[in-house]
């Protein structure tokens, strides 16, 4: 009976170690868009980051998004997808074959 427990608590220890790293996501929502923590999440909250990226987008602050500057975002967040991943495998945080699908620059 022992083994069995012994046993049943060493297989399970993966499962609980990735429920553990496994991010509360409705608690990272109301932390990104709930800014006057009410525990509502209000349109105007919810549409702040938007126009924050838009304005980081709109370069030459026209107010308006053309080809160059939407390429030019995407090649930003690429890149940021790429330096991400390589911290994560320096650190052993990116499971092996996680990144296979990745495109590559």
Do not use: C, W, Y
Request: no cysteine; proline share 5%.
């Amino acid at each position: 009976m022992k083994k069995i427990i012994l046993a049943l608590a060493i297989a399970s220890t993966p499962a609980i170690a990735q429920q553990v790293q496994m991010p509360n996501l409705d608690e990272l929502f109301f932390k990104q868009f709930d800014t006057n923590q009410d525990g509502q999440v209000a349109k105007a909250e919810f549409m702040k980051p938007t126009e924050a990226q838009f304005d980081h987008m709109d370069k030459d602050k026209n107010g308006a998004l053309d080809k160059a500057e939407v390429q030019a975002f995407n090649n930003e967040m690429q890149q940021r997808l790429q330096e991400l991943q390589q911290r994560m495998q320096q650190q052993g945080g990116m499971p092996q074959g996680m990144n296979q699908g990745m495109p590559q620059r």
